[in-house]
């Protein structure tokens, strides 16, 4: 059983509005990423890190931003949410052998 | 760019049919992996294959990674109606995981 975890699940927010979702883990995991899926479609990286102060961006562009200043926390921020944020966002986190990754349960965001 | 290709990405049977899910890229992975994925929740891991022609079963499911470690299959034997999900496969590649698309099956009582 993964030991991550995402925060809120729901979010409905008005255009314009700041938000920051969080992800935790308790695995000690030095990797952890940040995709965007929209229902029942594939899962695309916008976002990883390989430990404390070093993030990246992924394939897909995205207006958001994250932060890894613990190990165990990762959260990501959009200043200005737009209608086009909506989607649902993924958190996973991987050990050092990075052959496997772990998910939470994904925060589903709505702009309106 | 899809890295992954999966097929079918639907799949519509009834309960008690066998059916194969696979999927393909022309790159080499380090390991491979196998998601699924219910409604509104994260993707729950299945397995891993890591060795190329390595075959893993569990329960009525066996996985197969491809001997150039290119592709994967998923094999369903007996499908049960709490087997109906997204499978996703995922290739792992210098740390990061990409997936494929997904395939949609489900499985009618």
């Known amino acids: 059983e993964a030991d991550i975890y995402q925060t809120p699940r729901y979010l409905v927010i008005g255009t314009g509005k700041k938000i920051t979702l969080e992800c935790s883990q308790t695995?000690?995991?030095?990797?952890m990423y940040w995709y965007q899926q929209d229902p029942g479609m594939e899962l695309h990286l916008i976002h990883y890190?390989?430990?404390?102060?070093?993030?990246e961006k992924g394939d897909l562009s995205s207006e958001s931003t994250v932060s890894r200043i613990r190990t165990e926390h990762f959260p990501l921020t959009l200043e200005s949410a737009r209608p086009s944020h909506t989607s649902q966002y993924l958190c996973?986190?991987?050990?050092?052998?990075?052959?496997?990754?772990?998910f939470g349960q994904g925060t589903r965001l709505t702009v309106v | 760019t899809q890295l992954l290709e999966q097929s079918p990405q639907f799949l519509s049977i009834q309960e008690g049919e066998n059916l194969t899910v696979y999927c393909n890229s022309s790159?080499?992975?380090?390991?491979l992996q196998w998601y699924r994925q219910e409604p509104g929740e994260g993707p729950v891991l299945l397995v891993t294959v890591v060795t190329g022609g390595e075959v893993k079963k569990l329960k009525r499911l066996t996985f197969q990674f491809g001997d150039a470690r290119k592709d994967s299959s998923l094999h369903i034997t007996a499908a049960q109606p709490g087997d109906t999900g997204l499978y996703l496969c995922a290739g792992a590649v210098f740390n990061k995981f990409y997936f494929g698309s997904g395939t949609k099956l489900n499985v009618k009582p």
């Open positions: 996973a986190s991987s050990d050092g052998r990075g052959t496997e990754a772990f």
């Open positions: 695995m000690g995991h030095d990797k």
């Open positions: 790159s080499v992975f380090s390991s």
């Open positions: 890190s390989y430990g404390v102060n070093s993030t």
